[in-house]
Every structure is written in C-alpha cells, then in structure tokens.
C-alpha cells in the first residue's frame, strides 16, 4: 500500500469525508487503497481510496469548491489536479511507520497496516 502525505489541516479534511479532492500539481495514475500521513507525524491516521484524477481548469475548479475547499489564487501549480478519494477510514489509533529519507509525496507501506507497527507493541483489532 502507498502512504500520500498530506498537510495535518487537510489530511483531517480528507479523512473526515469533507474534502474528497486533494489538489496536485500532477497527474497520478495510482488507484485504490492508499494511507493517509500527517506531514511531519510519522503516522498513518486512516485510509481513503484513490479512484481517479482530473485537471483542473478555473472553470470546474469554481464548479467544485466544495470537494476542495481551496482558493485558485491559493495554488501555484500550472494545471492543478484533483486526486479523487472515497471511501475514509479513521484508524481508532494513527500508526507509526519508517519514513524514508526524502519521501514528500508518497511513501512505501505495507498492505496490511497492522506491519506499520513496531514488534513487541500491541496491535490494533
């Protein structure tokens, strides 16, 4: 499973179901199930699946505020992306993971979220 970072403010959005576009500055061809990481945490606090992507022009951008919740004048991306997301799942507890040197976008998780955490701890049921 791959792990998107995402600013604390709208990865909250995202898995709360209140922002089910995040806004890109490229194309992403990955679908399905993908974590959802707090920048700077080291957790993983749930999961959302990603079903598709679509550019962005200022008309469907106004169009679709309220799957984004972002001002165009916010964005410094030539053609911004939505990276559409259904179906989130708060974990009960966020997961730690390794955070490899230099991931910002994404990072490598295991499929099975219950391996994100360090041997010897309980885990989650």
């Known amino acids: 499973m791959d ?44 999961t959302v699946e990603l079903v598709g992507c679509v550019p962005l022009t200022m008309y469907n951008w106004y169009e679709n505020n309220d799957k984004h919740h972002l001002s165009y004048a916010d964005v410094d991306y030539k053609t911004p992306y939505a990276w559409v997301m259904q179906n989130p799942v708060i974990y009960p507890e966020p997961i730690p993971y390794k955070h490899p040197q230099g991931a910002v976008i994404w990072v490598k998780l295991p499929d099975n979220p219950e391996l994100l955490q360090p041997q010897g701890e309980n885990k989650l049921g």
């Open 3 to 46: 792990g998107l970072i995402i600013k604390p403010k709208w990865a909250d959005m995202v898995l709360s179901g209140f922002k089910p576009w995040e806004i890109r500055g490229s194309r992403t061809h990955k679908r399905g199930t993908i974590g959802i990481i707090k920048s700077g945490s080291g957790l993983v606090y749930g």
